[in-house]
């Protein structure tokens, strides 16, 4: 099966402090994303990435960087958290057009 | 752009009602489409999926037809059962490979006994 884990379920962070969100997936997969699922708004992409060291800008990028080292690490950045990216941020990794999801992170900016 | 539709919720039904869940598409070319679940607290999973037109994909006793003239991947069960409550999302990719799916907003399914 495939497997897509995310470093927290839940994070809880200060306005303004830099925060990693990691994601290892473990079935080879070249693609990678990122998404935030609000409610109401559904999913909407940040990032994503076709290889290591590649990255292409989803729908809302803004406030957000990425960072794809190895095949299977997928880290998203926020480099000043701000009240507004609180959010439920899901990692997916896929080929086909299929995606294989991860549990989420629940973050919280304070 | 391409864009997915679907009926907005919540859909409240009883154990072993009939579920219909709208979904309508806008793509240029020939889409592959696709049904996603997500349980509570849990990430995504792929249901079932269709990449042609007249395909029907099926999983878990529900369905769905892939209809070209009607541009629509409407999800069907025909009898739910509690632990069918979840959010359900129609998806479409333009091409096989890499393009990132375009999701609709999803549809809150809660199942009463």
């Known amino acids: 099966d495939v497997k897509v884990t995310q470093s927290s379920r839940y994070l809880v962070k200060r306005t303004g402090e830099k925060v990693f969100l990691e994601c290892v997936q473990d079935m080879d997969h070249e693609n990678m994303f990122w998404y935030r699922q609000d409610p109401g708004l559904g999913l909407r992409l940040i990032y994503f990435?076709?290889?290591?060291?590649?990255?292409e800008k989803g729908d809302i990028p803004e406030g957000y960087s990425v960072s794809r080292e190895k095949k299977e690490r997928f880290s998203l950045i926020l480099e000043s958290a701000s009240t507004n990216q609180t959010s439920m941020y899901l990692c997916?990794?896929?080929?086909?057009?299929?995606?294989?999801f991860g549990p989420g992170t629940r973050l919280t900016v304070t | 752009g391409d864009s997915v539709t679907q009926m907005e919720g919540p859909v409240t039904l009883s154990e072993e009602a009939f579920l219909t869940i709208n979904c309508t598409y806008t793509?240029?070319?020939?889409?592959?489409l696709f049904w996603y679940v997500q349980y509570p607290g849990e990430g995504l999973q792929l249901l079932l999926k269709a990449t042609k037109a007249d395909d029907k994909g099926s999983n878990k006793g529900f369905e769905a037809t892939y209809r070209k003239e009607t541009t629509s991947f409407h999800l069907e069960k025909g009898s739910v059962q509690v632990s069918d409550s979840a959010v359900y999302f129609c998806a479409l990719t333009p091409l096989a490979g890499n393009t990132p799916l375009v999701f609709g907003k999803g549809t809150r399914l809660s199942v009463i006994a």
């Open positions: 793509a240029t070319g020939y889409p592959s």
């Open positions: 990435s076709y290889d290591v060291k590649m990255k």
């Open positions: 997916a990794s896929g080929y086909r057009g299929e995606q294989y």
